[in-house]
């Protein structure tokens, strides 16, 4: 009785802290609607969103600034729970699609479309194809580094090591890649393989919107599954889970949800791998968990995007950069102030 | 070789062994000054092999005397130093921190090294030269002191867990800063992205000159070491009961590494894998004596990157940057490593 009660104070204060951390992300993505050079205030905000404004302000808001803010709340809640999930697989809190190479990949298909385009007809390639090698890189990335760490199952520190070498592999072949391009092109396929937000429509958002709803209860369904193989396969299958197949759905769904917010925005960094670490210690609870992770996710991106629209404005920077150097500074301050158990 | 190789986990080395470690650096010595003298051979300029020793013999101030002269003989020899630099620092880092996937490269200090110069080169101008070779030092030095610092103190210190954590961690924040002023700054983003891949190119005998001294000191320091990491690698309360002084021994260490990534990273751009690689090669064949592998790797390593180097001439017409070809041949040793039957603590 007693570890009952626990476990649902636990999972209350879990609670309180994802809808908490939800409702934040929503008012600074509100408030970072106002922001930006066109100079409007939150009246015109208002005014735009509930339809009375003028057309050029409705365009900015509806328009322009409102999926970017959308794709930032939900991307990141997505990339969380992709994370999530590798975290979750590989019992280590450097699993993520970052560390096993599926961002590289990513990248390596994109830069391999823009540099085929150029090839054929001089120009930079179109964003659809940019995304459709995006996804086959990333995807392609994803299955390899898996198979090269199978053997009788995939377990944990060998996924990540895989990833890792993959990853370098990748990443040297990129660099190479920058290398033989133009400069202008070299400049812009960095940019987007920095990760940005800058080119988000709503045709980007909407995806992004069916992906989760449909992904979202096929892993709540699972999470039970998730936390018993947590313990260890052996654990799991005595508890009545068969390992392969339950990690089989929890990959393929958190690698679908990555992708496509890659595939939309580049490669973001270290979201996924921030994101489930802060909301396990936020809200205390013993494991990685898919709901506080989401909110958490999408307060890092929606705070990362305002930062990458305005610390050096008028110019915008890839909210890649901004994660990248806030998610890593974190991890840093973590292994430097806690630490305990080797975990960080 | 599996994990049990590591160093303190293997049976002392055999005495039947000693002949076959001999035998293996006479033929290292033999392959290196092969690969050396080929490596003059070798080239985009398709000269001929006697116009290439005639000019090697006497400077007659031709194209030819020159590309030979000043192009590839310095680049022969950058490639052996730098060669050297990162494979030994391989082997120490290994050593101190008992991790076998330790690497200069993973462990962030070539990064250090690396968003060092690129601030430099924003703040100063993007002429990037070899004297940035202190910058380069200096960001090494930061970076190799934060994940020492980080990655061993504290309640999970030292684990190899919370050091490779570590390294990933910096190295991320590293290069979230550099991407961040070469995507604002074009010109420094042209300029670095050939030298961020990590190659020999068009170096010359200025940037020789300029890391060599502290390419030297690293390696001086170094070559004291192997006795005390013997040591080491009984874990550091054994070595203190045996008389050893971990905390000096490890400073060494640090410093020797700083000067020798920092130095190697500065003349060549970063190269990861050679730190990696060697001193995995050199355990399988010597075992797990320090007072062997590290200074075989001062041999090793220079043969792994000069046929990198070669290769990368050869095999594409525009000529494939040192750092990636070494970066294609390790990651799959990386990766082979890790589904050793042995490595079950992976």
Not at chain 1, 216 to 243: C, F, K, W
Not at chain 1, 305 to 311: G, K, P, S
Not at chain 2, 93 to 113: E, S
Request: charged share 10%.
């Amino acid at each position: 009785m007693r570890i009952g009660a626990l476990s649902l104070r636990l999972e209350v204060r879990a609670l309180i802290w994802t809808v908490g951390v939800t409702l934040v992300a929503i008012a600074i993505g509100l408030w970072s609607l106002t922001v930006g050079s066109a100079g409007l205030g939150a009246a015109d905000v208002f005014d735009a969103l509930s339809g009375r404004a003028d057309a050029s302000t409705t365009r900015i808001v509806v328009e322009w600034r409102l999926p970017r803010i959308v794709f930032a709340l939900l991307g990141g809640a997505a990339l969380a729970i992709g994370g999530c999930v590798f975290q979750s697989v590989t019992r280590n809190p450097l699993g993520s699609p970052d560390i096993i190479g599926f961002s590289t990949g990513a990248y390596t298909g994109a830069l391999l479309v823009s540099l085929l385009a150029a090839g054929s007809a001089g120009n930079t390639g179109s964003a659809l194809n940019t995304s459709l090698g995006a996804l086959a890189g990333g995807l392609l990335t994803g299955a390899v580094v898996y198979l090269f760490a199978y053997r009788r199952g995939v377990t944990g520190m060998r996924i990540i090591v895989v990833g890792i070498g993959v990853s370098l592999f990748l990443g040297a072949f990129n660099t190479w890649v920058l290398t033989v391009m133009r400069r202008e092109q070299a400049l812009s396929a960095a940019s987007w393989g920095a990760g940005s937000l800058n080119e988000i429509a709503w045709t980007h958002t909407i995806p992004l919107l069916v992906g989760l709803v449909i992904a979202l209860p096929i892993l709540l369904s699972l999470q039970e599954g998730m936390r018993m193989l947590e313990m260890g396969d052996d654990t799991g299958r005595a508890l009545g889970v068969g390992a392969e197949p339950v990690r089989g759905i929890l990959l393929l769904v958190g690698i679908a949800l990555v992708a496509l917010v890659t595939a939309s925005a580049g490669p973001i960094a270290f979201v996924a791998l921030a994101a489930p670490q802060l909301a396990m210690r936020a809200a205390r609870t013993p494991g990685v968990r898919l709901l506080p992770s989401a909110a958490f996710g999408a307060l890092l991106l929606v705070i990362g995007d305002l930062i990458a629209r305005t610390v050096i404005a008028p110019a915008q920077l890839p909210v890649g950069v901004v994660t990248l150097c806030l998610g890593g500074a974190y991890l840093v301050w973590l292994l430097a102030t806690h630490g305990r158990n080797g975990r960080p | 070789m599996t994990l049990a190789d590591t160093p303190g986990l293997a049976p002392p080395p055999v005495d039947a062994g000693a002949r076959r470690r001999i035998a293996a650096t006479a033929a290292g010595v033999g392959i290196l000054v092969l690969l050396a003298v080929a490596s003059l051979f070798i080239g985009s300029g398709a000269i001929a092999p006697a116009e290439v020793w005639r000019v090697l013999l006497t400077d007659d101030g031709s194209p030819t005397a020159l590309i030979v002269r000043e192009y590839r003989v310095p680049r022969m020899l950058l490639a052996i130093v730098v060669g050297a630099a990162l494979g030994i620092s391989g082997a120490i880092i290994q050593a101190i921190t008992r991790n076998p996937l330790a690497d200069p490269g993973i462990l962030g200090v070539n990064a250090g090294a690396y968003t060092a110069v690129v601030l430099a080169a924003a703040a100063l101008g993007p002429s990037l030269s070899a004297g940035h070779v202190t910058v380069a030092l200096a960001g090494a030095l930061i970076a190799s002191l934060v994940v020492y610092g980080i990655g061993t103190t504290g309640p999970a210190g030292g684990t190899s867990t919370k050091l490779v954590l570590t390294g990933v961690a910096l190295g991320a924040v590293l290069s979230g800063i550099s991407f961040a002023v070469t995507l604002t700054m074009p010109e420094v983003f042209d300029k670095v992205r050939f030298w961020s891949a990590g190659s020999l190119q068009n170096r010359q005998f200025d940037t020789l000159w300029t890391v060599l001294p502290f390419i030297a000191a690293g390696l001086l320091i170094a070559l004291l070491l192997p006795r005390a990491l013997n040591a080491l690698a009984l874990g550091d309360d054994v070595a203190v009961a045996l008389g050893a002084r971990p905390t000096p021994t490890k400073l060494a260490a640090v410093i020797a590494v700083t000067l020798l990534c920092g130095a190697a990273t500065a003349a060549a751009g970063p190269i990861a894998f050679i730190g990696l690689m060697v001193p995995h090669a050199l355990r399988s064949i010597v075992g797990p004596d320090q007072r062997w592998i590290v200074p075989l790797s001062v041999i090793a390593a220079p043969i792994l990157l000069l046929s990198a180097d070669v290769s990368g001439r050869v095999v594409v017409s525009s000529e494939l940057p040192a750092g990636v070809v070494t970066a294609f041949i390790g990651a799959p040793v990386l990766i082979a490593l890790t589904r050793r039957k042995g490595a079950r603590g992976l």
